[in-house]
Nanobody, 116 residues
Framework: QVQLVESGGGLVQAGGSLRLSCTASGSIGNLNPMGWYRQAPGKERELVALIFTGGRTNYADSVKGRFTISRDNAKNTVYLQMNSLKSEDTAVYCC??????????WGKGTLVTVSS
């Protein structure tokens, strides 16, 4: 099972930007898909974005046009660029990865707080 460590969270004003990183303990070449999920206080965890090994991406409707997911296999890292942040984006953001055997790994998460 791969270890995932997120970074890049913090406090930002509405309209601002943040870039989250998720670094794996090993190669991410066989992890498909990798993705970001978030959980806001009092709410269920929800999918934010996924990226597949071929580069295909999926986004939640709420973040389309504002967030971009990307992966750098050489650095074993997946990124989430978040622009035009809104107060409703406040949440703990977690990285998720699935290998070809179907084993899922989760990171511990990084907190994003957007002030209005």
């Amino acid at each position: 099972q791969v270890q995932l460590v997120e970074s890049g969270g913090g406090l930002v004003q509405a309209g601002g930007s943040l870039r989250l990183s998720c670094t794996a303990s090993g190669s991410i070449g066989n992890l498909n898909p990798m993705g970001w999920y978030r959980q806001a206080p009092g709410k269920e965890r929800e999918l934010v974005a996924l990226i597949f090994t071929g580069g295909r991406t999926n986004y939640a409707d709420s973040v389309k046009g504002r967030f971009t997911i990307s992966r750098d296999n050489a650095k074993n890292t997946v990124y989430l660029q978040m622009n035009s942040l809104k107060s409703e984006d406040t949440a703990v953001y977690c990285c998720r990865a699935q290998n070809w055997g179907g084993v899922v790994s989760w990171g511990k998460g990084t907190l994003v707080t957007v002030s209005s």
